[in-house]
């Protein structure tokens, strides 16, 4: 894909001056150089064109706010001083796997006091003697060479130097999001929390009630009883009697003497 149609596709309708970064990794540059940028992207501060057969950094427009800047697997082999003229304020460039051959192709950037990191892996120049001391004297502001300080210490992932600050950023909003979550998980546990206690509380409610309305039943029959006693208590003694032999299932003497005399 050429290089301005890709651009049209990274800005989704929006305006130059609203992108902050820009990944325009792996689409055909025009004769080895920057086409579609300008200095409409004024607030850039991250730019990535890795492999895209560049051959020079001349058509660069000046993007004053541009801090991180991608090149490697091109074919640039010199004219770093546009870099220095256009984007001042670099702090990280990677320029591993291009054509850089001397030290000196590395002079113009000097230029930029606030180049903390600087990447040459994979250039010729790597395999000069002593290319690391050399650089670090060529280059006193810098405090990573192909991600290892002037005593071979090597950048850690959480070091905002090596990384840039949008990487740290990122990192923050992460951990944003995972005490989100954490909260919604609490929260969570907390309404099955209440919804147990709310099982519990109406199935001790439903208990009570049972309670109630069996003692309520109790008392019911305990009532026909007492009316039942109540009642035989008003009958004369033989009939009471009788009542109480008829209820058992036997009969009365009187009236098998009486069965007997007939």
Known sequence: MEMKKRLTLELRNKKPSEVNELV???????????????????????LSMININLLSVSNLPKLDKLRKLELSDNRISGGLEVLAERTPNLTHLNLS????????????????????????????????INYRESVFTLL??????????????EATDSDPEAD???????????????????????????????????EDDDLEGEEEEDGVDDEEEDE????????????????????????NLEDEGEEDPEDEEDDEDD
């Open 140 to 153: 006193p502001q810098l405090t990573y060479l192909d991600g290892f300080d002037a005593d071979d210490h």
């Open 220 to 243: 019911e029959e305990d009532g026909e009883d007492d009316e039942e006693d109540e009642a035989d208590d008003d009958l004369p003694r033989g009939e009471k009697r009788k009542r």
């Open 24 to 46: 325009l990794d792996n689409c055909r540059s025009d004769d080895g150089k920057i086409v579609g940028l300008s200095s409409d992207f004024e607030n850039l501060e991250f």
């Open 164 to 198: 840039g600050d949008g990487l740290e950023d990122e990192y923050e909003n992460g951990e944003g999001e995972e005490e989100e979550d954490d909260d919604e998980e609490d929260d969570l546990d907390e309404e099955v929390i209440d919804d147990e206690e709310d």
């Open 97 to 128: 796997g291009n054509k850089i051959k001397d030290i000196n192709t590395l002079e113009p950037l000097k230029k930029l006091p606030n180049l903390h990191s600087l990447d040459l892996f994979n250039c010729e120049v790597t395999m000069l």
